[in-house]
Nanobody, 125 residues
Framework: QVQLVESGGGLVQAVDSLRLSCAAS????????MGWFRQAPGKEREIVAA????????YYADPVKGRFTISRDNAKNTVYLQMNSLKPEDTAVYYC??????????????????WGQGTQVTVSS
């Protein structure tokens, strides 16, 4: 069973930047695709970005393309989400998640079986 712990959230102003981190333990981190999701109040959870096990295939949701960057450091068992040019509509709880199956590039929400506890990101205008 994998454990995921997010950090790096906070309160920032619009156009500021934040970097979220997600530290994994409990299984071979480098074998699994990782994703970042978010859930705003009153809205469903949505995918933000994802990266495959090797780090050479990445997905970004349209609202964050060009502003957010996902990366992973397999030596540190950590996945990152660099968020630039933040907007008030980016306000949400951000979760990292790990794919259920090793060596699979599947970024649908149902493919992710382990979740962190979430970290709050609040962007003021």
């Amino acid at each position: 069973q994998v454990q995921l712990v997010e950090s790096g959230g906070g309160l920032v102003q619009a156009v500021d930047s934040l970097r979220l981190s997600c530290a994994a333990s409990g299984r071979t981190f480098s074998n699994y695709a990782m994703g970042w999701f978010r859930q705003a109040p009153g809205k469903e959870r949505e995918i933000v970005a994802a990266v495959n096990w090797a780090g050479n295939n990445k997905y970004y949701a349209d609202p964050v393309k060009g502003r957010f960057t996902i990366s992973r450091d397999n030596a540190k068992n950590t996945v990152y989400l660099q968020m630039n040019s933040l907007k008030p509509e980016d306000t949400a709880v951000y979760y990292c998640a790990s794919n259920r199956v090793a060596f699979r590039t599947n970024y649908k929400e149902g493919a992710f079986g382990s979740w962190g506890q979430g970290t709050q990101v609040t962007v003021s205008s």
